[in-house]
């Protein structure tokens, strides 16, 4: 469970400035929908099962951050830092992916359909066959490099 709760985490967050400093705490299942949390820095936080639905996450560190079944549709990750994240059966359904950094993040059973991911660095990126890429692809079928152009 979170370390706080949602009102816990929105006084912090208005006391913190332009780029609060989240690193490392347990915010799993904590509702977060529509938050905006832009450049903050949430490196090696625990965020599963967290709704993150539509939440403001442009140019966040979120290096080695553990997303598992997070809810993420429609939220904006333009240029976030995703290096090493754990997606895996994360719902980013329409997420906004365009140049963030997801070099050896896991995406095992996620959802992107939809996604925009153009710009994204996608090199050593791993997914399975329960991975369904922005046009509905599933797994091999798709390949993550091509969804950056």
Known sequence: MAEINRKELVLALIGAGTAPRLA?????????MRLDLEGANLRGAKLDAANLREAILRTTN???????VAQLPYSDLNAATLVQANMTGANLTGARLTNANMQAATLNGANLTGANMKGANVNQLKFDENTTWPDGKKGSQGNPASYTL
């Open 24 to 32: 490392g705490l347990d915010l799993s299942a904590l509702d977060m």
């Open 62 to 68: 979120m290096t080695g951050v553990s997303l598992t």
